[in-house]
């Protein structure tokens, strides 16, 4: 036998035993934009390797050190870092900016970048994402983020944290950048290489350095001063505030990141990430945000645009967290002859469920089923004198009680 060859650092299969929930991502997200007047575009895996130096930044770490580049026939080609770039291209060369706006576009595939792999990072890896062009207003922004929960809540993703900032235009952001250069200059020798490469380049990228002598720096009061400070222009902060008092009127819980400034370079006013917590280091599920300038940069007519994209490997990973380990139910009560018997009724129904068997205080039973259950299902003295039980979402946190008799077709349809 010969040598065995391996598959590809930071590449994978795509396993049978994994495939359904591919499928199940895929099919999601064909209803999620569909519903929402979204098309789907597919474009090519490799581009002229200019279209992404000029759309996405040569600045960049995309650009300048993630990029798969090759040649042929004296053309240096690229497969493509992220689709927005394609999707821009393909937006203008088939004149998509005549037609009516809103041109609502949505896509999935495989993407490449040459990064140093890890858990939730890949060379290459899947995205699923959307852009929408010819709306200026904080609408489309609000629709973006709005599309990007729903999906993520169909496919039974809810314990998310959605960050939003603004980067303002090109003329507020140049005040911005030439202030912070004025603070952080007098330590421009103590901070890390790339740092120091970015401090002329493209200085908002200092912002979310990860190395921790840089982060001390940063933290420094004159520094935070000005990055706290509401820098951008009347115009811009109207537009960011409409956004606000959209995902309020939504029910969109979100959090103004002021460091969140996203690894390309073609955004302005606002970008938005959505994170998890139980991702680990790589924990952003959804990157995005609004790019006004990228259509005439690449060539086209001025038309404001506003996109996200979703790591699909990162959501496989909390699905399929989500589907391995948890049990449907875990009674809390400290009444054990009434557990004893609810717990048989549940699993003589098909309803996985467990319980505390060692009378432990109430408070440790919620703890633990916290951790190994979707619904805690409380017996407390009131409940069990109303013949009634309340149910915990544990992953959502809600609470509601209802009667005894309806819990078996609640559970049916949760399961
Ligand atoms: P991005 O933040 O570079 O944005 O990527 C979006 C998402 O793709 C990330 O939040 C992450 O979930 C996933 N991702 C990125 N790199 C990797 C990797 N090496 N391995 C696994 N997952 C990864 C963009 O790509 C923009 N085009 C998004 C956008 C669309 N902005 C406007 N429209």
Redesign the pocket.
């Known amino acids: 036998m010969g040598n065995i060859i391996k598959v590809q650092k930071g590449t994978k299969d795509i396993l049978p035993s994994e495939i359904e929930l591919w499928h199940f991502m895929e099919q999601k997200a064909l209803e999620v934009f569909t519903y929402a007047g979204y098309s789907e575009i597919r474009t090519p895996i490799f581009e002229a390797t200019e279209l992404f130096a000029r759309g996405v930044g040569d600045t960049t770490d995309?650009v300048n050190k993630e990029m798969y580049t090759f040649e042929k026939s004296e053309r240096s080609l690229t497969l493509r870092p992220?689709?927005?770039a394609g999707v821009v291209r393909a937006f203008i060369e088939h004149g998509m900016h005549r037609l009516s706006a809103p041109v609502k576009l949505w896509y999935k595939g495989p993407?490449f970048?040459y990064?140093r792999p890890q858990a939730?990072?890949?060379?290459q890896?899947h995205?699923v994402?959307m852009?929408m062009f010819g709306i200026e207003q904080p609408t489309a922004d609000a629709e973006a983020i709005a599309v990007a929960i729903r999906y993520l809540n169909m496919l039974g993703l809810n314990d998310l944290d959605v960050e939003i900032n603004s980067l303002g235009c090109p003329e507020c952001r140049e005040t911005f950048k030439s202030k912070l250069k004025e603070v952080i200059k007098p330590y421009l020798g103590e901070l890390c290489e790339d740092c120091q490469n970015r401090f002329d380049k493209n200085p908002l990228r200092l912002l979310d350095c990860k190395v921790d002598s840089c982060k001390e720096i940063y933290a420094k009061p004159e520094i935070q001063e000005v990055i706290q400070s509401d820098f951008i222009c009347k115009d811009c902060a109207e537009h960011f505030d409409t956004l606000k008092m959209y995902l309020d009127n939504l029910g969109i819980n979100y959090t103004v990141n002021k460091l969140l400034v996203?690894?390309?370079d073609y955004y302005n006013r606002t970008v938005f990430?959505i994170k998890s917590n139980n991702l680990g280091s790589?924990n952003?599920?959804?990157?995005?945000?609004r790019?006004d300038s990228l259509v005439r940069n690449l060539g086209g007519p001025d038309t404001p645009a506003?996109?996200?994209?979703?790591?699909m490997?990162?959501l496989f990973s909390l699905l399929e967290e989500k589907q391995n380990n948890k049990l449907t139910a875990y009674v809390v009560s400290t009444n054990i002859e009434e557990t004893i018997k609810l717990i048989a009724e549940l699993r003589n129904n098909g309803i996985s469920a467990d319980f505390d068997m060692t009378s432990k205080k109430f408070t440790k039973q919620l703890e633990k089923a916290a951790k190994v259950a979707n619904f805690a299902l409380i017996l407390g003295e009131d409940e069990i004198a109303n013949n009634t039980i309340s149910i915990k979402d544990l992953n959502k946190s809600t609470q509601q009680t209802i009667n005894r008799n309806e819990l078996k077709t609640f559970l049916q349809n949760i399961k």
């Not at 506003?306 to 790591?311: D, E, H, Q, R, S």
Request: with cysteine; net charge neutral.
């Open positions: 995309i992220e689709n927005t993407m970048r990064e939730g990072r890949q060379r890896f995205q994402g852009e996203r690894g390309l990430e790589q952003a599920v959804c990157g995005g945000g790019y506003v996109g996200f994209a979703m790591g490997e990162r």
